[in-house]
T-cell receptor, first 111, second 114 residues
């Protein structure tokens, strides 16, 4: 079946690295995504990775994909207060055009 | 602004009334999606358009829900005889399609059914 699991909360100190983890069940997905949602706002695409890649880096963001374990992670270096948000992991199902989403991880920044 | 836009941003209605939401995708995007999001959850897929053709509908989409994209540009989502359980954020997204299956989301329409 289709399922994405994420921890509900992550608390980090300002300036530290944040690592948000996600596991999924569908190994046939072509694209995997990380979206950010701030309170009262829409979903902002942060980054995505193709399933034939292991890693993608974009400024402070690093995405790691372990296809064997069906595990996706997002690392945010030098976490800032502006990074406070809910982070959603999602993957694309080619056969029915859907994005399947986790419930989101709320990132809390401690001063 | 060349992003996805949605109107209205907020809608309060009484149970039993009909509501209609509009989505304007990014202009060159031929794929358009509707999702529903409730508090504490990720979005749930509702329906998908490739140009004007509605190619996929979720089992979640009851007979009271209908979506159109008549000219392959903007889309409308109508909910008839609203119920309190329809209260949610309704999100629209668009993508270029082909090798570029990256969905860009609008700000959403928050519906409250009293």
């Amino acid at each position: 079946g289709e399922d994405v699991e994420q921890s509900l909360f992550l608390s980090v100190r300002e300036g530290d690295s944040s690592v948000i983890n996600c596991t999924y069940t569908d190994s046939s997905s072509t694209y995997l995504y990380w979206y950010k949602q701030e309170p009262g706002a829409g979903l902002q695409l942060l980054t995505y990775i193709f399933s034939n890649m292991d890693m993608k880096q974009d400024q402070r963001l690093t995405v790691l994909l372990n296809k064997k374990d069906k595990h996706l992670s997002l690392r945010i270096a030098d976490t800032q207060t502006g990074d406070s948000a809910i982070y959603f992991c999602a993957y694309y199902v080619d056969s029915n055009y859907q994005l399947i989403w986790g419930a989101g991880t709320k990132l809390i920044i401690k001063p | 602004d060349t992003g996805v836009s949605q109107n209205p941003r907020h809608k309060i209605t009484k149970r039993g009334q009909n509501v209609t939401f509009r989505c304007d995708p990014i202009s060159e995007h031929n794929r358009l999606y509707w999702y529903r999001q409730t508090l504490g959850q990720g979005p749930e897929f509702l329906t998908y358009f490739q140009n004007e053709a509605q190619l996929e509908k979720s089992r979640l989409l009851s007979d009271r829900f209908s979506a159109e994209r008549p000219k392959g540009s903007f889309s409308t989502l109508e909910i008839q005889r609203t119920e309190q359980g329809d209260s949610a954020m309704y999100l629209c997204a668009s993508s270029l399609g082909g090798d570029q299956e990256t969905q860009y989301f609008g700000p959403g329409t928050r519906l409250l059914v009293l």
